[in-house]
Structure formats: C-alpha cells, structure tokens
C-alpha cells in the first residue's frame, strides 16, 4: 500500500540556518504530497502541497518539490526562525483513495 | 469563518468507562476524518465519512470503538470500554468535495484523552 517516509528527529537547529526534511513516499498512483505543520498543543495545519511531478509548493518561507523520479518531497527553508519549532508531517493522498497517509513526524527546535 | 470544533479539549476518565468524544466540521464540507495520534504509532487513520455515510472504518482498532454522524454537522467517536491503551490525543478533520482533486483536511484542535 501507500507510504511515507520521512527523515528521523529530532531535529536542532540554530536560528538563521538552513533546513532540509527530507520525504519520500511509495505510491502506486500519481498521489498529491503535503507538509503539515504541528505547533505545541494544536492540530495539524497545511503547510504546503503539490499535486503534479515537478510542482513546487511555497508558503511562510518553506518549499518542496514534487520530485516523481526519487519519489521526493523534501522541505526545505534558506533561514528558520525560532517560530518554525513544530512537528512537520508529510503525506500523501492518492487520488482515487480520498484519504491521506502521513509520515511519522519529525520534531524540530529552532534555538535562539 | 470557524474552523473544526472538537470537544471536550482534555478527557480524563478510568478504566472501563465510557467516552465520548465529539465534532463539528467546517460547514459545506462533505468528508470527515477521525484520527488518533500517539507517541508509538504516530497519527493514524480512524475512520472516515463522506455525506455522513461510513466509507472506509478499516482502521478502528476494534468493536470497542464505533463513529456516527447523524446529520453533516456534528459527528461522534464513542469508545466503550475505554482502556488505558486508548490514551492518545484523537483529531477530526473535514475538507469539501472538488471534482478532479483532492484538496486539503482542516483539522481540528484535537481532544487529549487519557485513560487511568
């Protein structure tokens, strides 16, 4: 079936660096792929998406892209914040199936 | 516009009895989702409905869990008895129906039970 795979955390940075989570995913169709944010306390929210291979998602600073020939969809951000500590999630959704396969999650802190 | 409503925020209950917990999605969304999030097995899938009919319940863990949605407003998650394996935090989230895509979940703020 479906999966996801994402980098092991925790992860910890210094303010200002650059990050790199890295996702791949096994699918049998052509899925749409997110990354979900988890802030302390919170439900997940949509951080970014791309539907079709070589999409790029944008929002707050973070991008991925849709990469179909590594299976990929790394997140990345040229300079994190203190305010980018959260849990980040990638996932799946296969377009027939209606529902999203989530990665296990990778906590990062930013310290100042 | 309110996003998904879940409550109680916190439950806090012993061994063997009753929980229950409840949702109301984002209004004009069609599909609900019922997740459960844990330390050792991340979030995982509940159960989902679409025009408040069960589509896909594969992964409630066992009969001691059940989900309704009486009407497109409001649904429920009921665990009897609840044991303290079930501690987690349990999400609900909603999205609409766009032809040709699959768009994405809001989900809510989440309910921390913990079974003692």
């Known amino acids: 079936g479906d999966s996801v795979t994402q980098m092991e955390g925790p992860v910890t940075l210094s303010e200002e660096a650059f990050l790199t989570i890295n996702c791949t995913y096994t699918a049998t169709g052509y899925p749409s792929l997110f990354w979900y944010v988890q802030y302390p306390g919170e439900g997940l929210q949509l951080l970014l998406k791309a539907t079709k291979a070589d999409d790029k998602g944008s929002n707050k600073g973070f991008e991925a892209t849709y990469r179909k020939e590594t299976t990929s969809f790394h997140l990345e951000k040229g300079s994190v914040q203190v305010s980018d500590s959260a849990v980040y999630f990638c996932a799946l959704s296969d377009k027939g199936a209606q529902k999203l396969v989530f990665g296990q999650g990778t906590r990062l802190t930013i310290n100042p | 516009d309110a996003g998904v409503i879940q409550s109680p925020r916190h439950e806090v209950t012993e061994m063997g009895q009753e929980v229950t917990l409840r949702c109301k999605p984002i209004?004009?969304?069609?599909?609900l989702f019922w997740y459960r999030q844990t330390m050792m097995r991340g979030l995982e899938l509940l159960i989902y409905f679409n025009n408040n009919v069960p589509i896909d319940d594969s992964g409630m863990p066992e009969d001691r869990f059940s989900a309704k949605m009486p009407n497109a407003s409001f649904s429920t998650l009921k665990i009897q008895p609840s044991e303290p394996r079930d501690s987690a935090v349990y999400f609900c989230?909603?999205?609409?129906?766009?032809?040709?895509?699959?768009?994405?979940?809001?989900f809510g703020p989440g309910t921390r039970l913990t079974v003692l």
């Open positions: 209004s004009g969304h069609d599909y």
């Open positions: 989230a909603s999205r609409p129906t766009l032809a040709g895509t699959t768009d994405t979940q809001y």
